[in-house]
């Protein structure tokens, strides 16, 4: 049984930080409803996968959802919508404040239709400032919080592949709802959750915000080398590339000793780790000569040997074939119709031992459920067929 069966959220949302958050509260056993356009949104389609064009990015936010067709803006599915928020707990929607008014799915609308509603909306830059109207993705977050600038080099600065600003978003906004449902169960109504990518980022730099407003570092970038401890940096051995990091005198200290470099324990240069930061570049370089003549694989069973933290840099299918990934589970192959051979969609990366997280069911078919969602709510197949027809759902 999970710890949200019972509870129904409907998924308006697109792309990552709406239906990530959806996805997360399904995993614990939430009823997940994703409403779509009647020809499937954008984000069903990104780096297509099948037949059909259900893409990657689409598998992992909807696992294990139902799916429905209905336009908004149309009477007849703003009817529709305020009878599915009659029955549900949760609406989901990662979409601008005037976009929310503009579908009926603004706060003060979902209210009239249902009064402990909970509704959780992500957008790029929240409600209340001057940004508030505008639209934005992943990397918008990226740039503005400072971090893009601090990756790569002062000519080139370089964003991250990975849309980790819209998973930190998603990740939040799960949060915000279960205390808003936590809230509402000790009598206390509904409320919005409200998230946002230029929030999220601003949290995840904002050690580095710190030191800049009370020291006014003006810190450039170093390109993989870290900053505030050594060696913490990128190191290619004789067949690949990998990972070495330490913060913290003991680690340094076994660092040290593998390098065969016992003075540098007492040179005022190292004393501490920002010491040891400050002059990043002497360790790194120190770091990569040892390396050098070492394959990855040498290198990687002296540094474990010695308990220092070293990781591969894998390719992906690399992380694919790693036995660590296997072994976890980390990744369960979802069928899917179309598709050449199952996707290794990501199972929730926290467990928990009483209540365990349900393992990744398929994405739903486009508009699969619709018919049976609106007869629920009462809709005869006549009704369904002229809602059709009339390109309501």
Known sequence: MGVLDGVRVLDFGRYIAGPYCAALLGDLGAEVIRVEKREGSEDRFVAPLSETGEGAMFFQMNRGKRSMTLDPM???????????????????ANLPPPTLKQMGLDYDSLAASKADIILTTASAFGDGGPYSSRVGFDGIGQVMAGGTYMTGTEDQPYRAAVPFIDFTTAVHCAFG????????????GGQIVEGQLLGSALTLNNALLMEQAVLTRDRVPTGNRGQTSAPNDLFQAKDGWMLVQIVGQPLYERW??????????????FKDDLARGDHGHLISARTQEWCRNLTRAEALAALEKARIPAAPVLKPQETLD????????????????????????????????????????????????????????????????????????
Do not use: C
């Not at 279960?178 to 509402?184: E, G, I, K, P, S």
């Not at 018919?371 to 009339?390: C, E, H, V």
């Open 177 to 188: 709802t279960m205390a808003a449902l936590m809230h509402r169960a000790k009598g206390g």
């Open 322 to 393: 790693d036995p660590h990934v296997k072994a976890m589970g980390y990744l369960h192959p979802v069928e899917f119709p179309g598709l050449p051979r199952p996707a290794p969609v990501a199972k929730p990366p926290v467990r928990l031992g009483r209540t365990p997280a349900r393992v990744p069911p398929p994405p739903p078919r486009l508009g699969a459920d619709t018919d049976a969602i609106l007869g629920d709510l009462g809709y005869g197949k006549p009704d369904i067929d002229r809602l059709r027809q009339n390109g309501v759902v």
């Open 256 to 269: 040290a000793k593998l390098m065969g470099e016992p003075s540098w324990l007492t040179d005022p240069r």
């Open 74 to 92: 149309r009477d007849e599915g703003r009817e529709i919508v305020r009878k599915l928020v009659q029955t549900a707990d949760v609406v989901v």
